[in-house]
């Protein structure tokens, strides 16, 4: 069984759009783009419909603008 944020609230778990998972402090690709994880968000719907989203803060590694895309919307860099 994967565990979820809604599940356990102290900690936030985001995958890539592959299955990977982020950590704070990892380089991800979005619009190929190269970008560092600063922090996770999560945002859950208990309306009866199961549903959950992890923002993720982004800082572009070139220009140090920040940015909140999902998790799914990136690529982790191996």
Request: hydrophobic share 30%; glycine share 6%; proline share 1%.
């Amino acid at each position: 069984m994967i565990e979820t944020a809604t599940e356990n609230k102290g900690s936030v778990f985001a995958y890539d759009c592959e299955g990977y998972d982020i950590c704070v402090g990892d380089t991800v690709i979005y619009r190929r783009k190269p970008y560092v994880v600063e922090s996770k968000e999560h945002e859950t719907s208990n309306d009866g419909y199961y549903t959950e989203t992890v923002f993720l803060l982004l800082v572009d590694k070139e220009t140090d603008k920040y940015i909140v895309v999902e998790d799914e919307k990136v690529k982790l860099v191996i």
